[in-house]
């Protein structure tokens, strides 16, 4: 079944379609879900949300655009909706760093422990962080989604990254002492 | 040793990040598309229900049946019971509302009720006669509690309902506990403790699904209020009280109920659309929604008003060759009806309906008198006189008058003598329009702009031709020569503004020039109207 063919029959109901559909997409999708949400529950809740969106939704679709990208949108919709009634405000801070320079090389951290920092940092750090540098919207876009200014998304994103930079540099040094005891013990 | 930089390293990691989710996400998925589907009959038994109710609550409120006088005590029984359900209604419908802060729940909540609503005739055939029976007994018990009971306490045992609580964080054990939730208040909920169970079973699906705790709460909750209003009906039947009173307040209940449905529905839109304005192509997405909508709702009807500008182009008389010099003024009059639209595509719509307008002009600069011998040849042929204006003869200033046209007549003198009035010579045609109209849309947003182009058939129903002189105004007769059928072509431009998907306002400034108006005129007279048709349509 062609994506349009896919796409005509789920609009019908069919629930073969929708099925296919799921199993087509549901991988991106819950990925989008488990990097904005708080743990594993939230995002099968998210994800749960955004298909029935989006079998609701598939007759407003235009083939114009990417069908995947329609999907997408629905889905960080559907996560941040569930964050934007928290108080985004905090103070601003026009000296925000840029770029976070981590003082290793080393980037073998696994992705799953990645996923449980991003998972870690508080609700509006994780969606900025996420928007941002993941998904690549501009501060201006974040203010909008998240119903706030640029200025706080940016300083969101500075906080952000120093949260992830300690988890990781703290990870760094726990490997670092726990390989030290290991020689210690050895030695 | 190189640094690395942060952001890269989780932009790394994370590109086409993709992971498969539980199979349970897919079985919740699915139970939501099994009761959405069962939704859909929902909007058809409301539509319904409305439209009983509202006969029923215009019938309570005209009354034409009813010989029993309002003070009976047994109708302020009645009554007192009904309005204490309806405080029941509206209080359940604030707890939903508190509760349901999330759109989706919302919709769900809905449906479920919907399911235990048509489903409760399922669980009476279902079942045997003998739980039949105990059902019946337990709806009149309930029925019998709620008449005795003061409106509050009733209130309680939904509370009762709502609060149970709910700490389990396991989806399985949440839809166990709340069944049983459902089954530990005891005393006043206990009658209704078995027709919940019965629509909580029927409506949730029996294997282990994850289910919002939220959404199954509402729904239960629901049930319990949706159960309840049946077991007033039953009693109501049972009873065999042919009483409008009680027929209406179960009507204006289901009204109510309705309502707060309703409010629900827009406030889950205006929610949806609140939330719609962060995607970034949000305005791609409203246009989408706006084309997908359409084939849903083909029809519009509603009604317009218009006031009319008739005149003429050209110098001419459609009376009498000697007021081709005079001056026509053109008259304001007004236009009303209704209009039906059908829906051909996104952009063109095809339109008809029923208009009653009036057209009317003046001829200035006129004077008439009376005369004996205006019968004989003072008398302007395309006029059929009334018998109490057959002496009057009319004049121009600028174009003489008829007699002086007609074979010369030694007697004119007479006449002339007699004290002329000046003033003016009104006609006056009302038709009946039925339009046949295209319209095609140049925006279709939030504010539309459209071209029209149509004909229209005018049925002659009123023609008259007065004489105004100061304040006195003289019926001389009516035109012979204007045709009782008439076409018009039309061009316009129409502007409207959207309310909701489903309410639109129209404002429409048409030209309509009119092709056989009279079977025969002096001079050129080619008449039109201009029009500004305003009205309201509304989509179904």
Known sequence: ?187 | MSKKKLDELFQDKFLGFKEIPDDKVWASIEASLDKKKKKRILPLWWSLGGIAAALVVGLLVFNPFNQISQGDQIITDVEQKNTDNIDTTNDATKKLDVNQQNADSIEVATDTESDSVSEQPEVQVATTKDSKDDYLKNAQNQTQKNKTIPGTKWSKENKAVAQSPQTSKDKLERYQNINKANLTPEGDIANTKETVQQSAEKALPSQPIKIDKKMVKDGNETAVAANNRDSQQNKAIENELPNANIAGQIGSEITEAQIALNEKERKKDSTLSANKKSIFDEIENQKEEAIAETPTKKWSAGPSVAPVYFNAIGEGSSVHSIFVPNAKSGNINMSYGVSVGYEINAKLRVRTGIHKVDFGYDTNDIAFSSSPLATTNGQIDNINYRATSKNLVVSSKPGGSAREQAPTNSLDFSSSQNIEREGFMTQQMGYLEIPLELNYALIDNKFGLNVIGGVSSLFLVDNSVALTSDNLTTEMGDAKNVNNLNFSANFGLGVNYKFSRNIHMNIEPVFKYQLNTFSETDGTFNPYTVGVYSGLSFRF
């Open chain 1, 1 to 187: 079944m062609s994506q349009e063919e896919l796409i005509l029959h789920c609009k019908k109901g069919d629930r073969k379609a929708q099925a296919q559909l799921y199993r087509t997409y549901s991988g991106v999708l819950y990925g989008i879900c488990l990097k904005y949400s708080n743990n594993k529950t939230e995002a099968e809740d998210s994800l749960h949300d955004s298909f029935m969106t989006i079998y609701d939704k598939i007759g407003q679709f235009s083939s114009k655009g990417s069908f995947e990208g329609w999907m997408k949108r629905i889905t960080v919709n559907t996560v941040l909706q569930k964050y934007r009634k928290e108080e985004y405000l905090s103070v601003v801070n026009e000296n925000t760093v840029e770029e976070v320079v981590l003082d290793t090389e080393d980037d073998d951290i696994p992705l799953q422990t990645l996923l449980r920092y991003i998972q870690e940092l508080p609700n509006k750090y994780r969606t900025t962080f996420n928007l941002y540098v993941l998904d690549g919207h501009t501060h201006k876009e974040i203010g909008e989604l998240l119903g706030t200014t640029a200025g706080t998304s940016k300083s969101n994103l500075a906080r952000a990254r120093m949260l992830l930079k300690e988890k990781i540099q703290t990870k760094i040094l726990q490997s670092i002492i726990g390989i030290a005891m290991v020689l210690g013990n050895y030695f």
